[in-house]
């Protein structure tokens, strides 16, 4: 059954009303069938000058929204009746967390435990540096510049003072001898191995 715009804003007041008399009037369910039954005999052409909100239905249409309030809101009519009238436990779930926050150090709170802190934390910001310590650090200041400068001294200087071109050729030609030593023995081994498998291949073939 096919209904038009207007069509189905009307079914859905009539839907509302409906509704609306059981939750604010209480009817049962006979009384809620009587009045379906008054406002659809309005449907019609002898009723079309009484009623002009409901003829816009023909008898079909009315016949099909009827058969349509029974297998829905009268089938359930009882449902609909506790979900109106019936009182529900609200039942609230939510948990609450009491978070205590570390306050100052001053007086009367005592000063946070040395074991809830890391000791890089404690020995900067809450254990004094002892005079020992500062004067041992401004040695160590003082030391410092004097001990850096022969390091740049013997960053400064040539790693090939002392050897002679000849020197240096021998420990080069040395250095690729050994290279080319074992490329050469590695190539050789990764041969014989192709060659024996090429071998094995040629003997299962000969015995096929």
């Not at 059981?22 to 005999?41: F, P, Q, R, Y």
């Not at 099909?64 to 609230?92: G, P, T, W």
């Amino acid at each position: 059954m096919e209904f038009s715009i207007i069509q189905y804003s009307k079914f859905m007041t009539l839907l509302a009303m409906l509704l609306q008399n059981l939750k604010t009037l209480h009817m049962s369910l006979e009384d809620s069938i009587k009045w379906l039954g008054e406002v659809m005999a309005e449907i019609g052409p002898t009723h079309s000058q009484k009623s002009e909100d409901w003829n816009i239905f023909d008898v079909k249409q009315a016949n099909a929204i009827i058969d349509y309030l029974k297998i829905s809101l009268f089938q359930h009519y009882k449902l609909y009746e506790f979900m109106f009238f019936s009182a529900r436990e609200e039942i609230v779930i939510g948990t609450e967390q009491v978070i205590e926050v570390v306050k100052s150090a001053c007086s009367p709170f005592p000063n946070p435990l040395e074991e809830g802190i890391s000791s890089d934390i404690y020995s900067t910001f809450i254990e004094p540096p002892t005079t020992l310590d500062t004067e041992m650090k401004g040695l160590d200041q003082e030391q410092s510049p004097e001990e850096s400068q022969p390091e740049t001294d013997t960053s400064n200087m040539d790693p090939l003072v002392g050897f002679t071109i000849e020197d240096v050729k021998s420990v080069l030609d040395q250095v690729t001898d050994d290279i080319l030593i074992s490329i050469q023995t590695e190539i050789n081994e990764k041969l014989q191995i192709q060659e024996e498998a090429f071998n094995a291949r040629i003997e299962k073939l000969k015995k096929a």
